[in-house]
Each structure stands twice: as structure tokens, then as C-alpha cells.
């Protein structure tokens, strides 16, 4: 109804139509912006399905290689399983970061998206938003064959695991977003994020790995791990930080 | 009339080659500049410039007083490049309400809804416009860049693809901003329809500027006069 009147009354005149929706503080619009570009690249990604199937199918096929390959003790299992979950989900990381920006690079909507009223911080925040949206659906994916395979029944400790991951997902995601702009206009694009990106993720995928070991082998964490979960934490909100405020000079250069 | 748009002594290079080149240009308000040149004239660079889309490394821009890449101007900006700046997999509609939103416009669909009406895509608008023909394509990429009524609209060759009654319709969309206070810089090669819509004139070469002024009436009858203003 309001949409007809729209169209057939008042909201004919331009001036009605231009109206700004909000007059909101500057950290509250920019969320809102990060949120319509997330959505935006999630609705993309829902009828395209182009980096999830293959982060997802490269997580799970490396899981089952791993499973048919080696043939430890369960013992030893549980020691690996962490550093194994988490190599899995950086390297299938890597195809969904990689789409991230360059699906701004058909019909040059990266410009479009640039010269709007979208503030570059936003867009940024956007597509960490997105990937990590993708990334925590390829983890969940991977965690169910993973559970199967390995004989895990990590679902005991899925408040704590989910956590961890969570956690370990948003600097990954951020690290990504980040490296994706840095990078979308390279022609060795696929080849040159991976290299950028993991020595950066050292610390966050040893953090990730020791906590999600100890969780493998049902221990609690100990005040040594909340060391882990702090650095976690820290990491996080200094790379979001970081690329919120230099997001202008990333996406320009 | 006051001043919108400001360039001083403004230098680009790419390389070691100056696309721009000590280029000084004041463009009032309400005026539609139609800047012409042959490939490689710096028209692209210049466009990109005011965008705020491509930095450049000696001299002042300023929209509205502004750096083209404060908030400010970036509200005030419409830009239309070479690429069309929508998204292959969403439909029509879809792309006018996220650019719509984007501008923090109340009433997101009925804008897009008023925008795909007013350039002739309404039957398609739920169509994904990787279905679109080049000049459907062409008409979405207008709607985009007026949708959010700008005050600066930066159109690099929006004649491109357009058959006569879109073009038709392009001009009347030109005509209808200058009325509404808008400023307008348009790059192209088709000149008899950029010099029917411009007040001002720019002609440029190798990255400067040979002649900035009103469009004359000789200039409609005979659009070939410009080609004097080319150094050789």
C-alpha cells in the first residue's frame, strides 16, 4: 500500500524519493553499510554457490585423503587434529577470500561501490562479514565428515569449540578481506594471497590449533590456553581496527 | 554562479607518462561540460580523478570545495565509468535497491521501482542482468548513477550502446538534472549529442586542456570546428 502511494502520490516528486531512510551516527551507518554489502555478496554467493561448493568440496576432500592416507593411534590423532582442522580451513579459506573482491571486478563495480556515498571502512567490514558468514558454513560442513571420519565426537564440546571458532573465523575472515582488496587487481591474484596471508595468520592458526587440540582431547583449558583465547581476541580486534581505519588507503592503492 | 568543481595545476602520471598535465579547470555550478578528445586525450583519467577513484600525484581537486574523496563529495557524486557498475548475477531491481540503500535513500524499492520505469527496463526488472542486451545494460548503469539525485554527475562516454530513443532519453535525464541545480561532466566521441546537451565545451589533447568555454551555436551546427582546437 505504501508502495503504491509511493508511486502514484507524494513519492512521484524526486525530492520525496531522495529523502535520506536515516540520519545516523557515523560507526552505527557504516554497520548498516557493511551489513547491505554482506547481504548483497551472500544473495550473490546463494545463486552462484561458487565459493562455498569449493571451499567446501577442497575442506572435505582433503579430510577423506587424510583419513585413507595416514593410520595413527587414536592417541596421536587427537594431537593432530587441531593443526589438521585448521590447515584445512586456511587453505579452503583462500577460495572464498580470493572470489571476495573480484566478484567487484565484472562491469567495474568495485569503482561503483567507491565513488558511492559507502564509506571504504564499510565496504571492507562487508566483505569480512561475508566471508566469514561462508567460511563458518565450509567449518560446519567439514566438522560433520571430520566427526565421521575421525571418530570425533567434538559435539561435546561445542559451546567452548564454537567459541574458538568463531573467534579463529573472524580474524581469518578480516586477514582475507583485507588481503582480497590488497590483491584483486594482481594478475597472479590466486597465487599471491595465500603467500600474503598465511605467515600473517601464524599466530591466530597456532592459537586456533592449540585450543581446538586441547578441546579434541577433552582437557579443560588451562590458565596457560586462556592465554590463547586472549590472543585471539587481541588479534581480532586489532586487525579489525586496522582495517577499519586503514580501509581508504587499502582499497585505493 | 558559484563553483563546483576546481582543478589546479593538476598532474597524473602513469609511470613515467603524464595522462594529466599541469591541468587547471573551474566548472560552475548548473554548467554541463562535454569534454572532448581523441583515445588517449586524458578524458577517462580526468573523470576518474573527480570520482575520487584514482589518485594523482601534484596539484588541488576540490568538488564543492571538498576533496573528491571526502563523504561529503561522495555524497554529491554520481559516476558513471566504462564498466556499468552493476552486479551480473542480481536482477535489475535488486542492483537499484542495494545502490539505493547504499545511498541511505528512504523508500529503496519504489526508487528502483520509479528508476527501472524511467529508463524503459520495468518488464525486465526482475530479470538477472547477466540476460540483459549492451543497451539495457547501458540504460540500468543510468538508472545507478542518477538514482540518489547527485549533484555532480561524472559520465564517462554515456552514450555508449544507447540507440536513438535511449539516447533521447539520456538527454532528457541531463536536461532534467541541470534543471534541478545538478552539475554535469560527460566524457564521449559522439559529439553532435554531448554538445545538444552541454553549456560548456572542453576539448582536450595529450593530457591538457585546448580549449575550455560555452558551447557556441556554430559549434551545434558544425561539430568539426572543435577538431581546430587540436594542436596538429
Known amino acids: 500500500m505504501q508502495h503504491e502511494r509511493l508511486l502514484l502520490g507524494e513519492a512521484k516528486t524526486p525530492e520525496r524519493l531522495a529523502r535520506p531512510a536515516f540520519t545516523l551516527a557515523t560507526p552505527l551507518r557504516e554497520l548498516v553499510q557493511a551489513w547491505w554489502i554482506a547481504r548483497k555478496d551472500l544473495a550473490i554467493e546463494l545463486r552462484t554457490k561458487e565459493s562455498v561448493n569449493a571451499a567446501g568440496a577442497f575442506a572435505i576432500t582433503i579430510l577423506l585423503m587424510f ?68 567460511l563458518v558454513l565450509v567449518e560446519f560442513a567439514s566438522l560433520l565428515v571430520f566427526g565421521v571420519f575421525y571418530d570425533v565426537r567434538w559435539w561435546r564440546h561445542a559451546g567452548p569449540l564454537a567459541g574458538v571458532f568463531l573467534l579463529a573465523t573472524w580474524g581469518i575472515a578480516v586477514i582475507g578481506a583485507v588481503f582480497g582488496a590488497l590483491t584483486v587487481n594482481l ?46 581476541i587481541v588479534f581480532d580486534v586489532v586487525f579489525t581496527a586496522l582495517a577499519a581505519a586503514l580501509a581508504e588507503t587499502i582499497l585505493l592503492n | ?52 577513484l584514482t589518485p594523482f600525484q601534484r596539484g588541488t ?79 540500468l548503469a543510468l538508472a545507478r548513477t542518477f538514482l540518489h539525485r547527485p549533484s555532480v554527475l561524472l559520465l564517462d562516454e554515456p552514450f555508449t550502446s544507447l540507440d536513438d530513443r535511449a539516447i533521447r532519453m539520456l538527454t532528457e535525464l541531463l536536461e532534467e538534472a541541470r534543471q534541478r541545480g545538478a552539475t554535469i ?40 570546428l572543435l577538431y581546430s582546437f587540436y594542436a596538429a
Open chain 1, 187 to 232: 594478475r597472479l591474484r590466486e597465487l599471491m594471497l595465500p603467500i600474503l596471508v598465511y605467515p600473517v595468520l601464524i599466530p591466530l592458526l597456532i592459537a586456533a590449533t592449540e585450543l581446538s587440540g586441547t578441546l579434541f582431547q577433552n582437557q579443560p583449558f588451562s590458565s596457560d590456553q586462556l592465554l590463547w583465547v586472549r590472543l585471539l
Open chain 2, 61 to 139: 581537486v576540490r568538488i564543492f570545495g571538498e576533496p573528491p574523496r571526502s563523504a561529503r563529495a561522495r555524497r554529491q557524486i554520481g559516476f558513471l565509468g566504462h564498466g556499468i557498475g552493476v552486479y551480473e548475477d542480481l536482477t535489475a531491481r535488486e542492483n537499484l535497491v542495494f545502490f539505493a540503500r547504499l545511498a541511505g535513500m528512504a523508500h529503496h524499492a519504489a526508487v528502483a521501482d520509479t528508476w527501472l520505469e524511467r529508463v524503459g527496463l520495468t518488464g525486465a526488472g526482475n530479470m538477472p542482468v547477466r540476460q540483459f542486451s549492451r543497451g539495457m545494460r547501458q540504460r
Open chain 1, 67 to 134: 583419513s585413507f592416507a595416514f593410520d595413527p593411534t587414536e592417541a596421536e590423532n587427537r594431537a593432530y587434529f587441531g593443526g589438521l582442522l585448521w590447515l584445512v580451513f586456511a587453505f579452503a579459506g583462500a577460495l572464498i577470500f580470493n572470489r571476495g573482491f573480484a566478484r567487484e571486478l565484472p562491469n567495474e563495480c568495485l569503482d561503483a561501490l567507491l565513488a558511492s556515498p559507502l564509506s571504504p571502512s564499510s565496504l571492507l567490514l562487508g566483505k569480512a562479514i561475508s566471508i566469514f558468514a561462508m
Open chain 2, 1 to 52: 554562479m558559484t563553483e563546483a568543481i576546481l582543478l589546479e595545476n593538476v598532474w597524473k602520471y602513469y609511470g613515467d607518462y603524464p595522462a594529466l598535465r599541469n591541468y587547471s579547470l573551474k566548472i560552475e555550478e548548473h554548467s554541463c561540460w562535454a569534454l572532448i578528445g581523441r583515445n588517449g586525450a586524458g578524458k577517462t583519467t580526468l573523470l576518474r580523478i573527480l570520482g575520487g
Open chain 2, 185 to 224: 561532466v560527460l566524457s564521449t566521441h559522439q559529439i553532435r549529442e554531448a554538445l545538444a546537451a552541454a553549456s560548456h565545451v572542453g576539448v582536450m589533447e595529450n593530457g591538457k586542456l585546448r580549449y575550455a568555454g560555452e558551447r557556441t551555436a556554430e559549434m551545434l551546427e558544425d561539430p568539426s
